[in-house]
């Protein structure tokens, strides 16, 4: 009889592992039957809610959200065979309201409403803080705003009824009880829906906030570091799942006061999110073009992507420029002995090169400071009929620290295109042989032309 029940039980774990079933993650009480594949797209929504109870603590643990956008970039998109290359992760950071948070996740209903839900998984992460009422769940928003689980979950649920895998982060205190046993069984499996719940900590229990010495908030930062593939243990066979994660994440509070809490539904299928690999590029290319003052700003330049609330800014490119003139000017050597008469005129280009860095605010809006140098030259044509005691035209360039700010937008989501209003201002640091040429007023006025205030509106495109 035993060996007949061993028998059984040995050909039953046989078959599983021969259709390509999963057994290595099962949760509690549950057996997994079936593990699907990674889906065609995703979308990611992270809201980090800042300046309530500790602002700068708050503020600082809202925008560790900001990492979304180099992860997504460098890990996520590349697992989704029919991601937009320039998908953006939406994010609502810092000053969130009750309405932010309603508008962030009826905006990705309507999103699953014009593709194949069943292609999509939507990830959304939410740190800030939380509270227990009556067996309720409430996310405090900012300035003491409130948001019941049981409008937040409306929102998730129907995300699954029609057919999206829902991957849920909650980082708050008391993140447990935002669902409840049973509150699944509204969920409609037949449409191959899903939802992986991830709470911070248990009902009644408090989160581990932002650290100050780690610079983090410890649960956001486990699930951030596993994304961007740093905690191979989450990996089974090079494959982030739901419960590979599960077991992970429950794994690194072990023997902690916080604990999380993992629900999963339904609990006899398990998917794929990630396949564990190496980073896609670590820049982007941009191209751009202004008018204003000066007349055209043309240029080019990379993105580096070395964190996520600032990026590093490398451009190089020429700003066109009305020409001036300064006819009939008679230069003298030190010794009053005639050097040479001249036809002056400034060169119509003025190349540039910057340095800076592209600081994200969120809402498709960002800032770019950028400094560097710029470059102006001036030739001179001998006279005719004078001449110049070498037989050639004397020659300056001068040099001026080219500080810029932009405020750039993404208009209407538009995920490569940017408007760009700039301001800035250039400052004479030096020139080459302008010693020779500064007696003249005329000529010292083409060079500070290059100096001042400028201003100008444009275009960029990111590739």
Not at 141 to 167: D, P, R, W
Not at 300 to 327: D, M, W, Y
Not at 423 to 440: Q, S, W
Request: glycine share 8%; net charge neutral; aromatic share 10%.
């Amino acid at each position: 009889m035993n060996r007949f029940l061993l028998l059984v039980i040995t050909s039953v774990m046989l078959f599983f592992a021969c259709k390509g079933y999963s057994q290595d993650f099962p949760d509690e009480g549950s057996v997994i039957t079936e593990t699907q594949s990674i889906r065609k797209k995703i979308h990611i929504l992270a809201i980090g809610i800042g300046t309530y109870k500790k602002p700068l603590e708050d503020l600082l643990a809202a925008y560790q959200l900001n990492h979304y956008s180099s992860i997504a970039h460098d890990y996520i998109w590349p697992n989704y065979k029919k991601q937009d290359k320039h998908e953006k992760v939406e994010k609502i950071l810092s000053t969130v309201s009750v309405n932010d948070v309603k508008n962030g996740l009826g905006n990705f209903l309507k999103i699953i409403d014009n593709e194949n839900p069943k292609d999509v998984v939507v990830m959304i992460h939410i740190l800030g803080h939380g509270e227990a009422v009556n067996n309720e769940y409430y996310l405090v928003c900012s300035n003491g705003e409130k948001i019941s689980g049981t409008e937040i979950k409306e929102y998730l649920i129907e995300m699954a009824n029609k057919g999206a895998l829902v991957i849920v982060f909650l980082d708050t205190c008391h993140a447990g009880a935002l669902f409840k046993d049973g509150d699944f069984s509204s969920i409609n499996s037949k449409k191959n829906g899903a939802i992986a719940f991830y709470a911070s900590s248990q009902a009644g229990q408090e989160a581990d906030g932002f650290k100050k010495d780690e610079k983090k908030a410890p649960f956001t930062d486990i699930i951030l570091r596993t994304l961007a593939n740093e905690n191979e243990e989450a990996y089974n066979s090079d494959t982030l799942t739901l419960y590979s994660l599960k077991h992970y994440v429950e794994e690194r509070f072990e023997g902690k006061k916080q604990k999380p809490c993992v629900k999963l539904f339904p609990q006899n299928k398990d998917f794929k999110i990630l396949l564990k690999a190496g980073k896609v590029k670590k820049f982007s290319i941009y191209t751009g073009i202004l008018v204003g003052q000066p007349i055209v700003s043309a240029f080019g330049g990379l993105t580096l992507f070395k964190n996520c609330i600032v990026h590093g800014k490398i451009e190089a490119g020429v700003s066109i420029l009305p020409q001036r003139e300064a006819n009939s000017v008679y230069l003298y050597k030190s010794d009053n002995r005639f050097s040479g008469g001249y036809n002056y005129i400034s060169s119509f280009i003025q190349p540039f090169v910057r340095l800076g860095a592209e600081i994200d605010l969120g809402k498709d809006w960002s800032l770019i400071p950028l400094v560097g140098l710029s470059f102006l030259s001036i030739s001179g044509d001998p006279i005719p009929d004078v001449g110049a005691s070498d037989g050639k035209g004397e020659k300056a360039t001068a040099t001026c620290l080219s500080s810029n700010v932009r405020l750039a937008w993404a208009p209407f989501k538009m995920k490569n295109w940017q408007i760009h209003a700039t301001a800035g201002y250039d400052v004479g640091i030096g020139d080459t042989n302008y010693n020779k040429l500064r007696e003249n007023d005329d000529v010292k006025k083409m060079a500070e032309y290059l100096k001042g205030l400028r201003g100008q509106l444009g275009v960029v495109y990111n590739f």
